[in-house]
């Protein structure tokens, strides 16, 4: 199998390509050269903003791959250059959008596909109408995965504001300090480990049941975002105290932060009726793993 991997040298790419390398894919990676990549990994070096320099890169560096997997557009004209570059040159394209397409003010529980969405200039906005443009692309074959919190190494720790990516997170709950949360932390979500989002995007290929078709990616566990701190705390063998910053107190000075402040459950029996690989990974041994490798980042993601 040869897997072309926009970035690499991120977080999710990065997952990507090493569990794609572990099954003994070939793994072609479009990256400006600024990160390194995973060991293995060949770079196609180009920015993709500058179209005709990644034009030439690309088409340099093979005629088609078996999958193109995209983990960072997120800008309309981001999906336009990737339907003109790879229609008809490769076997699959994979687009990791967000589950914050979903409109906030219209959860369901669990969130059906088809729920309503955003459509402005709002992160989850522009990733709904990067979705919409493959939706009218009729020649290229694609599959769609909405990711809700992603965690694992190679990332920070923390999943809701004011603590969420918070590069001083253990340090704080070493120190005991209180943790200040919106709402007290108590919105669900099913954060997914990375390994296995990776696994779930692989095993759409070759899988003609995936095609066209949209899907949430979130773990197999439903917790309050509250208990993934306890976790944490418990790992490290000290007292969690939560402070509740007010929902609304909160959403006056920060709007954007809305898509995180709510319930974001989903059904993953589609995932197993299609045959993909279901996320399994417990929040337990998810955390802890992540957890150690932040202690240790000289450990192997």
């Keep these: 199998m040869n897997l072309l991997l926009i970035g690499g040298g991120g977080f999710v790419s990065g997952t990507?390509?090493?569990?794609?390398?572990?099954?003994?894919?070939?793994?072609?990676?479009?990256?400006?050269?600024?990160?390194?990549?995973?060991a293995g990994a060949r770079p196609i070096v180009a920015d993709r903003h500058d179209i005709p320099a990644a034009t030439t890169a690309?088409?340099?560096?093979?005629?088609?791959?078996d999958a193109v997997i995209d983990c960072i557009a997120y800008h309309p004209?981001?999906?336009?250059?990737?339907?003109?570059?790879?229609?008809?040159?490769?076997?699959?394209?994979?687009?990791?959008?967000?589950?914050f397409v979903f409109d906030p003010n219209?959860?369901?529980?669990?969130?059906?596909?088809?729920?309503?969405?955003?459509?402005?200039?709002?992160?989850g906005g522009k990733k709904f109408r990067c979705e919409k443009l493959l939706h009218q692309s009729p020649k290229l074959s694609w599959t769609i995965f909405r990711p809700n919190h992603i965690y694992g190494p190679g990332s920070l720790l923390g999943c809701l504001p004011r603590h969420g990516r918070d590069d001083q997170l253990i340090e704080r709950l070493r120190r005991r300090e209180p943790l200040h949360l919106v709402g007290g932390g108590h919105f669900l979500q099913q954060p997914i480990f990375a390994?296995?989002?990776?696994?779930?995007a692989l095993s759409t290929i070759g899988n003609s049941r995936a095609e066209r078709k949209t899907y949430p990616a979130a773990g197999p566990e439903m917790i309050e975002s509250a208990h993934y701190y306890q976790?944490?705390?418990?790992?490290?063998?000290?007292?969690?105290?939560?402070?509740e910053i007010p929902l609304q107190e909160h959403l006056r000075s920060n709007p954007a932060d809305r898509p995180f402040l709510c319930?974001?459950?989903?059904?993953?029996?589609?995932?197993?009726?299609?045959?993909?690989?279901?996320?399994?990974?417990?929040?337990?041994?998810?955390?802890?793993?992540?957890?150690?490798?932040?202690?240790?980042?000289?450990?192997?993601?």
């Excluded at 099954?23 to 990160?35: A, F, H, I, Q, S």
């Excluded at 690309?58 to 791959?65: E, G, M």
């Excluded at 390994?195 to 779930?200: K, Q, T, V």
């Design 77 to 99: 004209d981001e999906m336009r250059q990737d339907i003109e570059w790879f229609t008809g040159r490769c076997g699959r394209f994979i687009f990791i959008s967000t589950d």
């Design 195 to 200: 390994d296995d989002l990776a696994n779930l």
């Design 58 to 65: 690309l088409r340099s560096a093979t005629d088609t791959w």
């Design 16 to 38: 990507i390509a090493r569990n794609a390398m572990a099954r003994g894919w070939k793994v072609d990676c479009l990256t400006r050269g600024r990160k390194p990549l995973p």
């Design 263 to 301: 319930h974001r459950i989903y059904d993953l029996r589609p995932l197993a009726d299609d045959r993909l690989t279901v996320p399994s990974t417990s929040m337990f041994d998810g955390l802890k793993r992540h957890l150690h490798w932040l202690i240790d980042p000289t450990s192997s993601p």
């Design 106 to 123: 219209q959860r369901r529980f669990p969130q059906p596909v088809d729920s309503p969405t955003l459509d402005d200039d709002s992160y």
């Design 231 to 243: 976790l944490l705390a418990n790992d490290l063998n000290v007292p969690l105290t939560i402070q």
